[in-house]
């Protein structure tokens, strides 16, 4: 049993057993689960909710969707996993604070999968590293988080502590990841970029507008930059239209990566 909560709990050899499986979900050769997952999801998900059910689908799950607000009753949560694993294989879960699934997780019932909380999103960041490193080495990637402290932020400097690949933020002073490598300097951030990813700026709006992505910005960077905005985006917010034209757009496809992903993040957990 495994469980992924941080991609700081993860080894090299967890990645690489993750990726190989999820070659083997898009190539139609994944292996078949079958047992139940229960999810716990709020209306407003989109991407994460119907690829973690569509995936479990295709492998032979049934998913059992809660709203995240389950986990919110006066019940301690080792004997709501404890209860739960009485009918199903794995938890699902995004919820606010990532301290409700590490007490999940800490019960040792069953596998607990972070679907995304407020302190990170590592599901969301590991179909992102795998789609952006199918013709690379990702341990050479060098990607630019450009955006405030954040889960996306701190996700992705999860990824570059587990593969190793070079990782800079740009954004103002004060609004760093802490740890993470920084700078002000957006022309200087972009000019050797990879892969280059946004995240919605929430409060920050006014803050971060002089670091919006646009097709400008990105010309300044090498030819085969990669532009990864993490969606939801808004246009004339963290990014121009423009950009999404731009040829450095992966497009909305890229995200087709989170469906074998996730299908092999769940196989893998189970062991």
Known sequence: MRHLLRLDDWTPDDADAVFSLARAYQDGNGPALGGAAAMFFPPASLRTRASFERGASLAGMQPIVFPPESLDKDEALGDVAEYLAQFVDVLVVRHPDLGVLDALAAAGALPVINAMTSENHPCEVLADVWALSQDTDV?????????????????????????????????????????????????????????????????????????????????????????????????????????????????????????????????????
Not at 140 to 158: K, L, P, S
Not at 160 to 165: A, D, I, K, Q, V
Not at 220 to 232: E, I, L, N
Request: hydrophobic share 45%; glycine share 8%; net charge positive.
């Open 139 to 271: 341990a050479t990637m060098r990607v630019r988080f450009v955006g405030a402290d954040g889960n996306i932020a701190r996700a992705w400097a999860e990824a570059s502590r587990l593969f190793g690949f070079d990782l800079v933020q740009s954004c103002p002073a004060g609004l760093a990841t802490p740890g993470t490598t920084w700078t002000d300097d957006l022309s200087a951030a972009i000019v050797d970029a990879d892969v280059v990813v946004t995240d919605g700026p929430g409060r920050h709006a006014a803050a971060l507008s002089p670091y919006r992505i646009t097709a400008d910005v990105l010309s300044r960077a090498p030819s085969h930059v990669r532009f990864a905005p993490c969606p939801p985006f808004v246009r004339g917010r963290e990014l121009s239209a423009d950009a999404l034209t731009s040829r450095a757009f992966v497009g909305h496809g890229a995200k087709r990566a989170l469906l074998p992903v996730q299908q092999a993040v769940v196989a893998h957990c189970l062991g």
